[in-house]
């Protein structure tokens, strides 16, 4: 059997609960995220992005506020350009998060939120 943490292709993630809902101008969100593979150190970037007709890039949000519902074994920072990104030990085995936007520019061209994940999960001794 290959290495777990190497799947080609495939999201080392799963994701439940994902939500999002617009108030007081800008993006309130939150959902679960679960590594795939289990008993490994991984790592997640939480991006923002406004979504066009098309369901194209529109542009990036910055997360202005973040919380990760148990922190044990977790931490977070953000990074210079909006992002979150999550270290995990190998002991999370899921981790529910929430947060908000910033101010959206401008609410006449209010669009859809788009939310991004990428991450990795790291061979023991990672992270």
């Known amino acids: 059997m290959g290495d777990p943490t190497s799947a080609p292709g495939a999201s080392p993630f799963n994701f439940r609960s994902l939500a999002a809902e617009f ?3 800008r993006w309130q969100f939150r959902g679960t995220v679960e590594p795939v593979t289990s008993g490994y150190p991984w790592t997640a970037t939480i991006i923002l992005k406004m979504l066009g007709d098309d369901d194209g890039d529109a542009g990036r949000l910055r997360i202005t506020e973040f919380s990760l ?3 044990k074994g977790a931490k977070y920072e953000s990074t210079d350009d909006g992002a979150i ?3 995990a030990s190998r002991t999370v085995e899921e981790l529910a998060f929430s947060g908000f936007s910033e101010l959206l520019p401008n609410v ?4 859809e939120l788009g939310l991004e994940i990428s991450g990795q ?3 023991k001794g990672g992270v």
């Open 121 to 123: 999960i790291h061979q």
């Open 69 to 71: 519902g148990d922190r």
């Open 85 to 87: 990104r999550i270290s």
């Open 108 to 111: 006449d061209q209010l669009c």
């Open 23 to 25: 108030t007081d101008g």
